[in-house]
């Protein structure tokens, strides 16, 4: 198993659209997680962070199951600018070092 | 927010040379810093670890002594790719631990690397 996989995409949805992606990881020690999203030849910028069983900041939503050793985020109401590739980022080892995900390619079309 | 800067942002240079990135943290201290590697349609792959005032701790398959790191400060990480070859062209990001409880790190804009 990789140690972090997501959703392979890419999501084509319509905007006002809800759209969910997935990751899973491997490492059961990881605390603390991240969802980073990434514009096309931009730098990650954060997201969310989510420390305990889920996180919500406006149309996002950001939810976490240890047991089952992974993350969603949830984008309700979907805009146009929310066309990105949205990358999972988890922890390794110490609350340093961290692994990105694949990414999952959103486009919120007209 | 935590501003991260890096210079410069793009740079096309001759197979042999060298050429060094620089990572700021421009509003806060980072003793550790990161830089990563994307090549297209690829995720981020990390390269090192810089801590200040101590060696890089490198990634598997990262030569050391071509990437060569030196954390002069606080605020301060380079990255020098020596005798860069067309393979080693990529984007180059760097980015700054703002916070080592929880882990959030934060990104400079990226450095476009083009060997010819």
């Known amino acids: 198993r990789k140690e972090v996989e997501q959703d392979p995409g890419p999501f084509n949805v319509p905007e006002g659209a809800t759209v969910a992606f997935n990751c899973t990881y491997s490492?059961?020690?990881?605390?603390?997680f991240f969802w980073y999203r990434q514009d096309c030849r931009k730098e990650p910028k954060l997201l969310m962070s989510v420390y305990s069983s889920g996180n919500e900041d406006g149309r996002f939503t950001a939810q976490l199951n240890r047991a089952s050793q992974y993350i969603s985020l949830l984008i309700r109401d979907s805009k146009l600018s929310d066309s990105a590739t949205y990358l999972c980022v988890v922890p390794v080892g110490a609350y340093d070092k961290v692994i990105f995900g694949p990414g999952t390619s959103l486009s919120v079309i007209p | 927010g935590a501003v991260v800067s890096q210079h410069p942002s793009w740079v096309i240079c001759k197979s042999g040379t060298s050429v060094k990135i620089e990572c700021r943290s421009l509003d806060f201290q980072a003793t550790t810093m990161f830089w990563y590697r994307q090549f297209p349609k690829q995720s981020l792959m990390l390269m090192a670890t810089?801590?200040?005032?101590?060696?890089?701790?490198?990634e598997q398959g990262v030569e050391k002594d071509k990437f060569l790191i030196n954390h002069a400060s606080l605020t301060l990480s380079t990255l020098t790719v020596t005798s860069a070859h067309p393979e080693d062209s990529s984007f180059y990001i760097c980015?700054?631990?703002?916070?080592?409880?929880?882990?959030?790190?934060?990104f400079g804009p990226g450095t476009r690397l083009t060997v010819l």
């Open positions: 980015s700054a631990l703002l916070d080592p409880t929880f882990g959030t790190q934060y």
């Open positions: 810089s801590n200040e005032g101590s060696k890089a701790t490198y």
């Open positions: 490492n059961s020690a990881s605390q603390s």
